[in-house]
T-cell receptor
């Protein structure tokens, strides 16, 4: 079945460091891909998405490119802030759309000043 | 506009008891999904309701059930609680039947089973 694999955390970075969180997927057809973020004590919220190959999603300085050839959707940010500390989830929804979101296990990011 | 509201936020139960969790979606949203979040398993899909009909169901035992009312509010019930049911239960709503994949999550109900 469809699945998402994320790099294990936790990831600890200093403020202003470059961030990459790896995400690869297994799916038939052309899924839509998402990154969700969960700040401490809160529910998840959509960070960015891409619906077709080579699309780049971006929001709040984060970006991710849908790479079909490598079945990847890595999350990047050029300069992280303490406020970016959160758990990041990669997710997909199959092309058919009539099935629920499939989430990765999440990667916890801690940014220290 | 108000977000997704889940009640109660925290609750403690003992093994064998049952629990009911409530979710009020964003106004106008007709789809409600439920997820169980645990440190070991991450987010696991429980079920999705759209216009009072269960559209999708995850791989959970029959002790887990849910329903949706005509105003789109949803409840989930867990009977005969087990220690392993301790988790954060997240509700999410969307306007359509989740086709876009954009879900709006509540803050969750944290269940502890002793």
């Amino acid at each position: 079945g469809d699945s998402v694999t994320q790099m294990e955390g936790p990831v600890t970075l200093s403020e202003e460091a470059f961030l990459t969180i790896n995400c690869t997927y297994t799916a038939t057809g052309y899924p839509s891909l998402f990154w969700y973020v969960q700040y401490p004590g809160e529910g998840l919220q959509l960070l960015l998405k891409a619906t077709k190959a080579d699309d780049k999603g971006s929001n709040k300085g984060f970006e991710a490119t849908y790479r079909k050839e490598t079945t990847s959707f890595h999350l990047e940010k050029g300069s992280v802030q303490v406020s970016d500390s959160a758990v990041y989830f990669c997710a997909l929804i199959p092309y058919s759309g009539n099935t629920p979101l499939v989430f990765g296990k999440g990667t916890r990011l801690s940014v220290i000043a | 506009k108000a977000g997704v509201t889940q009640t109660p936020r925290y609750l403690i139960k003992t093994r064998g008891q049952q629990v009911t969790l409530s979710c009020s979606p964003i106004s106008g949203h007709r789809s409600v999904s439920w997820y169980q979040q645990t440190p070991g398993q991450g987010l696991q899909f429980l079920f999705e309701y759209f216009s009072e009909t269960q559209r999708n169901k995850g791989n959970f035992p029959g002790r887990f059930s849910g329903r949706q009312f005509s105003n789109s509010r949803s409840e989930m019930n867990v009977s005969t609680l087990e220690l392993g049911d301790s988790a954060l239960y997240l509700c999410a709503s969307s306007f359509g039947q989740g086709v876009s994949g954009e879900l709006f999550f509540g803050e969750g109900s944290r269940l502890t089973v002793l």
